[in-house]
């Protein structure tokens, strides 16, 4: 699926958090949103989730007009910061709830969400531990908690929101890896945010530098490092861990 935003504007107040977002995304991409922190990076993923909506200009997804009132059917899957696991369910109930909460009509069977969560618990290798909580998993295996959840409703765009951003630098990198490899065997166009310029190297197709609401810059990885237009790129490298 592909992902086109055309002039998107958002306000809070007076203050403009998008300046005029224009950008295309292609079908199986895997794009970083990257920049310090405050440059719009969450509100343009919250707005293409349609979570947010915007005040000016349009996204699609695959031709279809992103508006509030259809995250469902767009099948949309979104992993927040920090992951927002229910701390009171299982892992099994966790990554089985947005199956639950389908309207009747597509609602699969009891057993079929049994099949389903068991298949994506193997995919994001936790199986053994559907009867945890959140509370007693690592830092790790909360963030592939939070993936299976995403992936349960079998989107076809995928949107992270500083997927890693919680964990240390080792555990980071192994998920770093991980994330690629099921992206390219799913081949999910995938969009995630972050402010480590490592990460986005690494992990992405194509960067997106962002600054003040604004896109400065898209490019490869290579593109961006080589001749980046802003030298913040390299300033908050070093304020990250
Ligand atoms: P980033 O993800 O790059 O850190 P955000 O998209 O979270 O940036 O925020 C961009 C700017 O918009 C920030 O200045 C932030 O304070 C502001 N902002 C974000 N959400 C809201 C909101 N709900 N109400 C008011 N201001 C907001």
Redesign the pocket.
């Known amino acids: 699926m592909n992902i086109h935003i055309d002039q998107v504007i958002k306000r809070?107040g007076t203050?403009h958090?998008l300046n005029e977002i224009s950008l295309q995304i292609n079908p199986g991409e895997l794009v970083a949103l990257l920049?310090p922190?405050?440059?719009?990076?969450?509100?343009l993923l919250r707005v293409i989730a349609g979570l947010e909506s915007a005040d000016e200009g349009e996204v699609y997804i695959n031709g279809d007009n992103v508006t509030l009132d259809d995250v469902q059917k767009r099948q949309v899957g979104f992993v927040f910061q920090h992951y927002a696991l229910f701390r009171h369910m299982t892992v099994f109930e966790n990554v089985a709830f947005g199956l639950r909460v389908r309207p009747r009509r597509i609602r699969p069977a009891k057993a079929e969400i049994q099949a389903k969560v068991s298949e994506l618990l193997d995919l994001v290798q936790l199986r053994g531990l559907s009867n945890r909580y959140p509370d007693q998993l690592s830092g790790g295996q909360r963030q592939r908690v939070a993936l299976a959840r995403a992936l349960a409703v079998e989107p076809k765009v995928l949107l992270l929101d500083e997927p890693f951003g919680a964990l240390d630098t080792k555990v980071r990198r192994d998920l770093r890896q991980w994330l690629r490899k099921l992206h390219d065997e799913l081949a999910i166009t995938t969009v995630f945010?972050t402010h480590d310029q490592e990460e986005a190297l690494e992990l992405a197709d194509r960067v997106v530098v962002?600054n003040h609401g604004k896109i400065e810059q898209v490019g490869t990885p290579e593109e961006v490092y080589q001749s980046p237009l802003n030298p913040f790129v390299f300033d908050f490298m070093g304020s990250v861990n």
């Open positions: 809070f203050f958090a920049g922190s405050g440059s719009g990076k969450t509100t945010v962002m």
